[in-house]
Nanobody, 129 residues
Framework: QVQLVESGGGSVQAGGSLRLSCTTSGSTQHQGCMGWFRQAPGKEREGVAAIYGGGAFTWYADSVKGRFTISQDAAKNTLYLQMGSLKPEDTAMYYC??????????????????????WGQGTQVTVSS
């Protein structure tokens, strides 16, 4: 079992920045592949970013490339999402998630398919114009 708790959401004006954090606990074998997802009202949940191998591999949705950075601090059991140049269309509930993965391609496939085993409760990000 893995427990995930997000924090750092809030309201910000367009062009601003936020850093989301996700503190993890539980089985480390199920935390090899971690990701951030978001869901806006009336829309499907989408993958924002994913990380594997302690940062050796990272992937981003096209809509956030160059603006968001995913990272993790193993010593603090924390996953981060640094968000910059925020836009109103980034407004959503943001979730962190974890799953075990034997290699990088499997992590990517699970992120692309939103097929993660463990999810946090979410943190709201609201960007005003």
């Amino acid at each position: 079992q893995v427990q995930l708790v997000e924090s750092g959401g809030g309201s910000v004006q367009a062009g601003g920045s936020l850093r989301l954090s996700c503190t993890t606990s539980g089985s480390t074998q199920h935390q090899g592949c971690m990701g951030w997802f978001r869901q806006a009202p009336g829309k499907e949940r989408e993958g924002v970013a994913a990380i594997y191998g302690g940062g050796a591999f990272t992937w981003y949705a096209d809509s956030v490339k160059g603006r968001f950075t995913i990272s993790q601090d193993a010593a603090k059991n924390t996953l981060y999402l640094q968000m910059g140049s925020l836009k109103p269309e980034d407004t959503a509930m943001y979730y962190c998630a974890a799953v075990g993965a034997p290699y990088a391609r499997s992590c990517y496939d699970k992120w692309d398919g939103k097929d993660f085993a463990y999810w946090g409760q979410g943190t709201q990000v609201t960007v005003s114009s």
